[in-house]
């Protein structure tokens, strides 16, 4: 079946800090992979996707690179800024457009 | 702003009790898909609707059903009200192409927090 694993958190970083998020995934088929982010009291926002091996989605600063041979879609941002506080959550999109999420990271950064 | 809405934003029921939560769809979207994510953890898919058919359903009771209507708004409703269901319930509208593999960014709503007593 399909299924996303995403790193625990809470993360806390200092601003301007580099940024990495881990996220594997189990699926049948070629999925395509998201990363959605979700501020206090709002729903999730596409901050970004990939939709076959080896691209690389990226938006706002972040990045990930879909890694079929390590099935995985590790989010990265090289010098994250307060704003960046948020929920994120890692989630693939199977057969029939049906999406499964991981858990989330909550990552706080400090001034 | 994902032209996504969802209401009420929130509701308290009692357990036993009947609710219906509603969504209006982006415009141009075919497609909805209706989440619950419980406090810490992330959205689990309740089911999808497309063109007014239900087209896969998660691992969730029969009380849970919905509606789809010819302008691709739904209806998310729940009988018989459990402690275990009080969760944020997230709406997400998308444009799916025909053809079972089409693969389609979701737009989500703010959603609807349910509070259950």
């Known amino acids: 079946g399909n299924s996303v694993t995403q790193m625990e958190g809470p993360v806390t970083l200092s601003e301007e800090a580099f940024l990495t998020i881990n996220c594997t995934y189990t699926?049948?088929?070629?999925?395509?992979l998201f990363w959605y982010v979700q501020y206090p009291g709002e729903g999730l926002q596409l901050l970004l996707k990939?939709?076959?091996?080896?691209d690389k989605g990226s938006n706002k600063g972040f990045e990930a690179t879909y890694r079929k041979e390590t099935t995985s879609f590790h989010l990265e941002k090289g010098s994250v800024q307060v704003s960046d506080s948020a929920v994120y959550f890692c989630?693939?999109?199977?057969?029939?457009?049906?999406?499964?999420f991981g858990t989330g990271t909550s990552l706080t950064v400090i001034p | 702003e994902t032209g996504v809405t969802q209401s009420p934003t929130h509701l308290i029921k009692t357990r036993g009790q009947q609710v219906t939560l509603r969504c209006s769809s982006q415009s141009g979207h075919n497609t909805v898909s209706w989440y619950q994510q419980a406090l810490g953890q992330g959205p689990q898919f309740i089911f999808q609707y497309y063109r007014e058919e239900e087209n896969g359903r998660g691992n969730f009771p029969p009380r849970f059903s919905g509606l789809q209507f010819p302008n691709y708004s739904s209806e998310l409703n729940v009988n018989a009200l459990e402690l275990d269901d009080s969760a944020l319930y997230l709406c997400?509208?998308?444009?799916?192409?025909?053809?079972?593999?089409?693969?389609?960014?979701?737009?989500f709503g703010a959603g609807t927090r349910l509070s259950v007593l």
């Open positions: 989630a693939l999109s199977g057969i029939g457009n049906q999406f499964y």
């Open positions: 699926a049948t088929g070629y999925p395509s």
């Open positions: 990939a939709t076959k091996a080896d």
């Open positions: 997400a509208s998308s444009f799916r192409d025909r053809g079972p593999k089409a693969k389609n960014i979701q737009y």
